[in-house]
């Protein structure tokens, strides 16, 4: 063989070798990318939860060859076609926790203030201490308490707080949080309208959510309902929290439910000061809740 000939041959064996060491490369950037097949899972709320626990993007966590996960600009909805109720029903799901503001505790609702808080410590952190409000307060969190103890559900914990905000969320999730949830369901902005620009609120959002996801099986964001509040100033309206809870939940690959239109400002649904919904428009909040998660 000639040295023209062996040195023609040695060239195309180093240029195949560094092709393929070229894809290998590439091949580990892409699966080493967010959303790729090597990114990390959430993490899991109990140990026991594992077998059962599902990716938020709907994929199962068992699955031995998946599919490219869903970036995190999708529109689909990761708890979409029934999928919740199919989880609680096959007892994915056994423990909840509410986060929200007075709108959850039930304020001004039938039976608020008459019944004793009970012994549940909801929050301890920077802001204080506080335990859940009574499960006999006419409210929708404690509907969906009475709907989630008849579908198996052994836990549940309201630990929606009067005057408080996202920012608080994000500031120190574990507080609130505590050990979290199989299902998790955050509903705040409210409050927020009236302390921080919208661009604060969103990171705030952007924050607490991600913390939320963290210490849960499963997250529902709920934007909360319109309001013409008279016992405080908002600095903008509801329309531009819900927009960035959208937002930051469409980034994160989350479940938004909007609850922007379900109550009607001026009516029955709402207490005189118009922000704190009565019995009567909390209720609605639920059964909106319960057909937009088809439970």
Known sequence: MSEKSTARRATIALTATLVLLAGGVAAFVLLSQPGGLLAPARSQSTSSDTASQS???GSAATSTSAAPATTATTTADPLGNGRLAKMIAAGDIRSIRLIGDSITAGWLCDGFGEYPDTDVVIYS??????NET????????NDFRTWASAHGVTSFVNAGIPGFRMEYLAQAPDAWLADGADLTIVMLGTNDACHCSVDEFRAF???GIAAAAEKSKELVVVCPPDNARTDASP???MDQIASALE????????TCVSQLDTLTVGTADFNEDNVHPTSAGSHKLWQALKSKLEL
Not at 125 to 130: E, I, N
Not at 134 to 141: D, I
């Open 55 to 57: 990716a938020s993007s």
């Open 125 to 130: 952190g920077p802001q204080g201490t506080y």
């Open 134 to 141: 009574s499960p006999q307060v006419a409210c929708w969190a």
């Open 205 to 207: 959002a952007a924050t």
């Open 235 to 237: 600095l903008y309206g």
């Open 247 to 254: 937002a930051v939940c469409a980034e994160q690959g989350r």
